[in-house]
């Protein structure tokens, strides 16, 4: 027990460097640059403690600045204005410095046996200001997400304009960014079926793998030109399996049905990744979506409602503050599993809301370096709560709120299979639409 105290004191002093002297850096940042500053009272670790505690969800500026001149006993009470006006004077490459000391913080303390590492892309969309009117705008954002150490890799934010623009938006990154390409595997869904970019990943020997659809020339028999040789240094795969579900028919009655599923999966990886493990590969891309999943419920990210004259700036500073807070919250969780292990029967996962969450706790010492190791292993004991899953085990996305995303698609699909069962027993197959037609092709009524 004394060894794991000592390597959480080692810890302890790792994280308070992360903000080390942040106040007089930034200073001297701004001295350089001959940019003036007021409210010297005010510090710019109030600054960033300020803009950290923002970029949760369900926590106003007021309540943050109230809660923070509670803590700090001011004597007098600063306005919200002053912390906003603080905070804008900080350079955004002062964030990104952190988070890059944050991700080498982390790289000590993954697993150095990975050879390959499996990188999520997949896009989503949240409401933007850059216009500073009154309607907010759809904007895309590129996540980019480390399946293999369980923390994202960044959250890019595109323009308001590149809706429905993910593979244009992923080439670039590729094209943009310095990335050890020969020990990643990028895995995307069939959003991203493309031979345009299935030849740029070949040519930059990209290894990848990705969703196919249904209407590909490959599956279909019918090879073009020029897709010939694009689709000779590529591998498919296809997986097919007949699940039994019960559906209830348009009687409310419960029904058996088997339905057959087919999955197609492009890949350029070699023969030492059989089917299996390329079927896994694939299932892991599901770990970007709870990640955004993630960032929706804890976070100030579906609707960004904020602008000023650097607008994009703002927004970057808080996605900033959220991926170091995701970082340091994977990080705290692998203090954690070197203590519990996982059993051949149970995987442990941890309450990931409740961890992010918690983190307003000890945030503000990280920030101004004195975190202590007591209260450390007190945020540990508290808000790292494992939980260990049954191995094997998947249960259907639902919801019970109404209104919200899943519980519509409870009611789509009740609806959906209640017509095709009809449609089954009345031999009316054709009545349906040519989506409904096709799925009741690959349904089995059981008696």
């Known amino acids: 027990m004394l060894q794991i105290k000592d390597n959480f004191d080692i810890l302890v002093n790792e994280l308070n460097f992360l903000f080390y002297d942040a106040n007089n850096y930034i200073k001297n940042i701004l001295d350089t640059a001959k940019i003036k500053t007021r409210l010297r009272q005010l510090t710019f670790c109030d600054a960033l403690i300020y803009k950290f505690m923002c970029s949760y969800k369900n926590i106003t500026n007021s309540q943050v600045v109230s809660d923070l001149n509670f803590t700090n006993n001011n004597k007098f009470t600063t306005d919200k204005s002053n912390y906003y006006y603080k905070e804008q004077k900080i350079p955004l490459t002062f964030y990104q ?7 080498q913080l982390f790289t000590k303390y993954e697993n150095k046996n990975i050879l390959n590492k499996i990188i999520a892309v997949d896009g989503t969309y949240n409401n933007t200001n850059f216009k500073k009117d009154k309607n907010l705008e759809t904007t895309l954002n590129m996540g980019y997400y480390d399946v293999t150490n369980c923390i994202p890799i960044n959250i890019e934010l595109k323009n308001y304009d590149t809706k429905n623009k993910e593979v ?5 990154y590729i094209t943009n960014n310095n990335l050890d390409m020969q020990n990643i595997i990028f895995v995307m869904d069939r959003a991203y079926f493309s031979y345009d970019l299935f030849e740029i990943l070949n040519e930059k020997k990209i290894k ?3 969703r196919v659809k249904n209407n590909c020339v490959h599956l279909n028999n019918k090879h073009k030109n020029k897709n010939k040789k694009i689709l000779n240094d590529i591998r498919f795969v296809v997986y097919e399996s007949d699940v039994v579900l019960i559906k209830k028919d348009k009687n409310n009655k419960d029904r058996k049905i088997t339905q057959h599923l087919a999955c197609n999966i492009a890949t350029n990886l070699d023969q030492k990744y059989n ?31 904020e602008h000023n004259k650097e607008t994009r700036t703002c927004y970057l500073k808080t996605y900033t503050a959220i991926l170091i807070n995701c970082i340091l919250e994977r990080l705290f969780e692998l203090q954690i599993n070197s203590i519990n292990k996982e059993t051949n029967k149970y995987t442990i996962k941890y309450n990931k809301s409740l961890a992010v969450n918690g983190l307003k706790k000890i945030i503000p010492d990280i920030i101004n370096s004195n975190l202590t190791t007591d209260k450390l292993l007190k945020y540990l004991n508290c808000y790292i ?12 996305r639902t919801s019970k ?3 919200t995303k899943w519980y519509v698609k409870a009611y789509i699909n009740l609806y959906k299979y209640a017509k095709i069962i009809d449609c089954v027993d009345n031999d009316c197959i054709s009545d349906l639409n040519k989506n409904l037609k096709m799925e009741a092709q690959t349904i089995q009524i059981n008696t």
């Open 385 to 396: 709560d494992p939980i260990y899953c049954e191995k094997n085990k998947h249960n259907p």
């Open 275 to 305: 089917d299996e493990i390329i079927k896994n590969i694939y299932k892991s891309r599901w770990d970007v979506e709870t990640f955004f999943k993630l960032l929706k419920y804890n976070f100030k990210f579906t609707n960004l409602t």
């Open 97 to 103: 410095n952190i988070l890059l000391k944050t991700k």
């Open 168 to 172: 244009e938006s992923f080439i670039t």
């Open 208 to 210: 990848f793998v990705i």
């Open 401 to 403: 709120r109404p209104f």
